[in-house]
Nanobody
Framework: QVQLVESGGGLVQAGGSLRLSCQAS????????MQWYRQGPGSQRALVAT???????DYADSVRGRFDISRDNAKNTVYLQMNALAPEDTAVYYC???????????WGQGTQVTVSS
């Protein structure tokens, strides 16, 4: 059974930093592309960052230069370092594992990030 468990969310002041973690189990982690999504109040879930199985990265324009995605295949964990946080970054953050042979991907349960002004 595949499980993705996010952690590291919380309340932070604008300008602060948080590091999210997502630990995966039940899958060959190193073969999967890992992604972070977020869903703010009244908004649709949106892609924030991607790290492919080969290590390539991509970011949404809104977070490029502030957020950094990384992974530790030995720990089956993907991270999202978030710097210079702003109130508009407030959202529930989800990690997702994806691969060409997986129809819909695997999702974590989400972790809340709240940025106060």
């Amino acid at each position: 059974q595949v499980q993705l468990v996010e952690s590291g969310g919380g309340l932070v002041q604008a300008g602060g930093s948080l590091r999210l973690s997502c630990q995966a189990s039940g899958l060959a982690f190193s073969l999967y592309h890992m992604q972070w999504y977020r869903q703010g109040p009244g908004s649709q879930r949106a892609l924030v960052a991607t790290m492919t199985s080969g290590g390539a990265t991509d970011y949404a324009d809104s977070v490029r230069g502030r957020f950094d995605i990384s992974r530790d295949n030995a720990k089956n964990t993907v991270y999202l370092q978030m710097n210079a946080l702003a109130p508009e970054d407030t959202a529930v953050y989800y990690c997702k594992a994806d691969a060409p042979w997986v129809t819909t991907g695997y999702w974590g349960q989400g972790t809340q990030v709240t940025v106060s002004s």
